[in-house]
């Protein structure tokens, strides 16, 4: 039993080091992806997970919170200093378990929700069919303009006047412009209906001031803190202070069980770390370096969705580019070290695990220290084997070009 229990643990400490090694060899253009800091990773897989601490701080179910008490009371007071906002829960274990507390907190089962369709760029728990939050809500959507595919507020405000949602949804997973949280403000009050600001993927570029916030116009705001915050794995409710005693009955007991203080640990350096000047020009780092890549690619011809990119993401319509599926495209590039996700358009015709696009994102690679010049370098790599997917040649020459960057920006770097 202990040579097989020896055997197993060599095997998991294996494929730890390889995926340690794959994460050290390719280029993560993933939006959803970064890389956080030693001591983010430190507070994550702290002994800090080892206490239990159902409740909130003042009301645990379990003794000898004192200390994760003051743990928690520190991270609600940094979110709501980085993000100006009167109330935050910190414990959400994930953006999809934040949203589906917020639902639960303001909607009844069989309320109307009014969301951008997944295919535009919202996401699963915006109403999906396959997610919780198109089984137990009445779900309509709004779309992105067929001609410009940017949000067309007033075709948005007649939906939400016909439909008459309790709860419309803003922020999205895959759009790469700005979104007028103003106009939203707008049609909600038309209709008296909640606004939920999902800034998942754009709560570090609000943060830095370098992205609309919507603290002035939504009732909720929910994000993660692994992507472009830069933090641990986890999510964050903020809301207007009244709706706070509905939103922590939500998350506990409504929603989770006990929460993970090692990750609130972290989430509390994530945000210590946001509110430093460096990281605004970390962000507009990630700004500059996801345009570059999209005027690479429109220089070339290459249908860029929306027009381009305001945000750290931009989506690449592949199928009538390079006659490439998203799926395609995605694991040709896997082949030469660049990652990136294939992704639904709008209106797409193809099937979500196949997809007519890809997503690309600057987040993870400026974190590593790359550059403009850096980035529309990779947009031409990309650009030039989605161009010739079947030349040997320049797949090795690619390959090549791939391993020349990894071993200049990752090779100093521990984690």
Sequence with gaps: MEKKSNSAEKILLNYYQKERKRQK??????????????????????????????????????????YIDKIEELTIDLAKKLFKFEYANVQPHSGSQANQAVYLALLKP???ILSLNLLAGGHLTHGAKVNFSGTFYQVHYYNLNPFTQKLD???????????KPKLIVTGYSAYSLKIDFAKFRQIADRISAY??????????????????????????????????LRGPRGAVILAKKELGAK????VFPGNQGGPNPAIIAAKAQCFLEALQPEFREYQKKVLKNAKAMADYFQKKGVKVISGGTETHLLLIDTKNSYNLTGK????????????????????????????????????????RGLGEKEFKEIAQIIHNILQNPSDPKLKKASKSKVEILVKKFFQSQKH
């Design 195 to 228: 606004l939920l600001a999902d800034i998942a993927h754009t709560a570090g570029l609000v943060a830095a001031d370098l992205f609309p916030n919507p603290i002035n116009y939504a009732d909720v705001i929910t994000f993660t803190t692994h992507k472009t």
């Design 110 to 112: 069989g309320d109307k």
């Design 247 to 250: 939103i922590d009955k939500a």
């Design 328 to 367: 395609e495209a995605a694991e040709k590039l896997e082949k030469i070290g660049v990652i990136c996700n294939k992704n639904m358009l709008p209106y797409d015709s193809e099937k979500p695990w196949i997809t007519s696009g890809i997503r690309l994102g600057s987040p993870a690679l400026t974190t």
């Design 25 to 66: 060899s390719t280029l993560n253009l993933i939006a959803s992806e970064n890389y956080p800091s030693k001591k983010v990773l430190f507070y994550g897989g702290s002994l800090l997970m080892n206490k239990y601490a159902e409740g909130y701080p003042g009301s645990r179910y379990y003794q000898g919170c004192q």
């Design 153 to 163: 507020y007033e075709e948005i405000s007649k939906i939400a006047q016909e439909v």
